[in-house]
């Protein structure tokens, strides 16, 4: 591989993550929110990938399979189940309009690249100057979280938080150990069935999960 280019894959993978964050913002259809975390899931793993490469490291690339299997197919896939028992599988009045959201994402990746400025000054590496891609989409995760009322939309913001912390340890560390990166995985397909399982409940008694409408019938 030619000097520069496992930096510009690992730019590409990471630019890939972030830029999906900010497309859940835009897209309404949860379907297409799901893509784009598979989409997501995949970015992770080519990155893990490279870096198990560049660093010479076997168990890397095992995390790097890891991460294709959990976060590239099996969560989105189970979330895909549950959107497909929801007839309006649609994010039709999230708390902030999608102009809005879109102006947001961009003040927060400003934040990002300006808070994590003293990461490049610790980790004096090509890697680690690309770590504001991974804090953005955090704190791109944080928002999807607060302003989407739909369950399903809730959980991928959560999903989109824990991409970037993975994307930011990736760079920051070359990578989890494989023991960490199981554990996470692990949480986060528990969290999905949990939540497939709450769902088909919720939607047997009540006939939707949009979130503000069961706080008004417990009102």
Request: hydrophobic share 60%; proline share 4%.
């Amino acid at each position: 591989m030619r000097p520069g280019a496992e930096l510009d894959l690992v730019g590409l993978a990471g630019g890939v993550v972030l830029a999906g964050a900010v497309l859940t913002l835009w897209r309404k259809d949860l379907r297409a929110l799901i893509s784009l975390l598979s989409l997501q899931g995949v970015a992770l793993a080519t990155l893990a990938a490279v870096l198990a490469v560049h660093g010479d490291d076997v168990s890397l690339g095992v995390v790097a399979g890891v991460v294709l299997v959990t976060k590239g197919i099996v969560i989105p896939g189970l979330l895909t189940r549950v959107v497909r028992s929801d007839p309006g599988s649609r994010e039709t009045s999230p708390l902030v309009n999608v102009p809005a959201s879109l102006v947001a994402a961009a003040v927060l990746v400003v934040v990002a690249y300006v808070v994590s400025g003293r990461f490049s000054a610790l980790f004096p590496d090509a890697f680690t100057r690309l770590a504001p891609l991974g804090l953005a989409t955090i704190l791109v995760g944080f928002f999807v979280l607060v302003t989407r009322r739909k369950a399903v939309s809730q959980i991928v913001g959560l999903l989109l938080v824990d991409n970037g912390i993975a994307l930011v340890a990736f760079l920051l560390t070359a990578g989890f150990p494989l023991l960490v990166e199981l554990g996470a995985s692990l949480d986060l397909l528990l969290v999905v069935v949990v939540l497939q399982v709450l769902t088909t409940t919720i939607r047997a008694r009540f006939g939707h999960v949009d979130l503000d409408q069961l706080r008004e019938l417990h009102d």
